[in-house]
Antibody, heavy 127, light 111 residues
């Protein structure tokens, strides 16, 4: 049974870099069958897709966050990571990692859903 | 403001049928991209409820169904149960944004 678990600091200072990891168990990131993504949810608000990555390194980012986001993968540890730079209070949210079923046919997105989610971790941006 | 628009709240009595709408545009649902629906129970992570606009993952009751037409999609829940009280989110792909996006969410209250 596939499981994802987020980890990282719960408190980050403004202007610093938020760093989170997602450990995958019950499946292999390098199997090449899925992308792996990050989604966040500010307290009391809706969901926002941050970005997704394939094990080979191909990434897709939310255009509104692209200048500050880096998603990377460590296949040896079977985990992937999120870095969000220059954070402000607006980045305070529960951050979820998820398996992203993303397939394209001739460059056109066909399948696009998040089928397994981690439990989420709250990151607060405050001095 | 989400590009996918959902009603903030809907409600229904046990046993009734409710629908939740998700209105998009010509760059997402109207362009033919499928819609997904997620259920988020209080204090938990979202759970995939419908994928590919109409398909249910294994284990999701057939009380939940999805449909899509034009620039909109809908989630229908029949035989409403107290345990269905949750937030529901639609999700699709937007070609102008070149990425995935979620609706603003709908809170379902079972009266």
């Amino acid at each position: 049974q596939l499981q994802l678990q987020e980890s990282g600091p719960g408190l980050v200072k403004p202007s610093e870099t938020l760093s989170l990891s997602c450990a995958v168990s019950g499946g292999s990131i390098s199997s090449g069958t899925h992308y792996w993504g990050w989604i966040r949810q500010p307290p009391g608000k809706g969901l926002e897709w941050i970005g997704s990555m394939y094990y080979s390194g191909r990434t897709y980012y939310n255009s509104s966050l692209k200048s500050r986001v880096t998603i990377s993968v460590d296949t040896s540890k079977n985990q992937f990571s999120l870095k969000l730079s220059s954070v402000t209070a607006a980045d305070t949210a529960v951050y979820y990692c998820a398996r992203h079923d993303l397939t394209m046919i001739r460059g056109v997105v066909k399948d696009n859903w998040f089928d397994t989610w981690g439990q989420g971790t709250l990151v607060t941006v405050s001095s | 403001q989400s590009v996918l628009t959902q009603p903030p709240s809907v409600s229904g009595a046990p046993g009734q049928r409710v629908t939740i709408s998700c209105t998009g545009s010509s760059s997402n649902i109207g362009a033919g991209y499928d819609v997904q629906w997620y259920q988020q129970l209080p204090g938990t992570a979202p759970k995939l409820l419908i994928y590919g606009s109409i398909n249910r993952p294994s284990g999701v009751p057939d009380r939940f169904s999805g449909s899509k037409s034009g620039t909109s999609a809908s989630l229908a829940i029949t035989g409403l149960q107290a345990e269905d009280e949750a937030d529901y989110y639609c999700q699709s792909y937007d070609s102008s944004l070149s990425g995935s996006l979620f609706g603003g969410g709908t809170k379902l209250t079972v009266l």
